[in-house]
């Protein structure tokens, strides 16, 4: 069964603190893995696409990275604005779009 | 260049009403996507249309529930005789090909419906 993992649920951290965020999936054949940014009463927003091990994208204080079973979020020097939720998705089909979200990572940056 | 409009943005309704969410795409993008979000839940995938056809509706309940995307207007989820249960954010999202060609989707800000 497709499945999308993330890990923690939660992370709090201090302004420039840096950490990262984990995203495990389980898909038969992986057609890119998606990044979103979502706040409080908002849509997701598209951060990165990433289609294969080893490709790595870049976003101010952001990298995403893909590995053959997880995903990467490297948050450097966070801000407080950079607090969200962050969802990771794949899709589960070439012929639909139909995207499997996890649960999302909650991150509160302190200043 | 707006982006993808959905309206209300909150919606109450009482049990055994109908809901209609509306989602206008943005401008060019001829795929629509909705998904749910329940409380302490993740995005659930419901329906993927494009113009004037359900492609994949696999995510949608059973009953009740149904959704288009004619040829004018905005795309509509209809929800027929609501229950407490579909208290929920409901997102929709467009892109000009399907996901995997251009990358992500855009969502809208979502319509928030209460059901009392």
């Known amino acids: 069964e497709d499945q999308v993992t993330q890990s923690p649920e939660a992370l709090r951290l201090q302004e420039g603190e840096s950490s990262s965020l984990n995203c495990s999936y389980t898909v038969s054949g992986l057609r890119g893995l998606f990044w979103y940014r979502q706040d409080p009463g908002k849509g997701p927003e598209f951060l990165f696409t990433?289609?294969?091990a080893g490709e790595e994208k870049e976003k101010e204080r952001l990298k995403a990275t893909l590995t053959k079973k997880e995903s990467f979020l490297h948050i450097t020097a966070p801000k407080p604005e950079d607090s969200a939720t962050y969802l990771c998705?794949?899709?589960?089909?070439?012929?639909?779009?139909?995207?499997?979200f996890g649960q999302g990572t909650t991150l509160q940056v302190k200043p | 260049n707006a982006g993808v409009m959905q309206n209300p943005r909150h919606l109450v309704r009482r049990r055994g009403q109908e809901a209609r969410l509306r989602c206008s795409p943005m401008k060019g993008h001829s795929h629509v996507y909705w998904y749910r979000q329940l409380p302490e839940e993740g995005l659930k995938f419901m329906v993927y249309?494009?113009?004037?056809?359900?492609?994949?509706e696999s995510g949608m309940p059973k009953e009740r529930f149904s959704a288009e995307f004619p040829k004018e207007g905005p795309s509509i989820l209809r929800i027929q005789q609501v229950v407490r249960g579909d208290s929920a954010a409901y997102f929709c999202?467009?892109?000009?090909?399907?996901?995997?060609?251009?990358?992500?989707?855009?969502f809208g800000s979502g319509t928030r419906l209460t059901v009392v």
């Open positions: 998705a794949v899709p589960v089909s070439s012929n639909t779009g139909k995207l499997i």
């Open positions: 999202a467009s892109s000009i090909r399907l996901t995997g060609e251009v990358g992500g989707y855009t």
């Open positions: 990433l289609y294969s």
């Open positions: 249309l494009q113009k004037e056809n359900i492609i994949d």
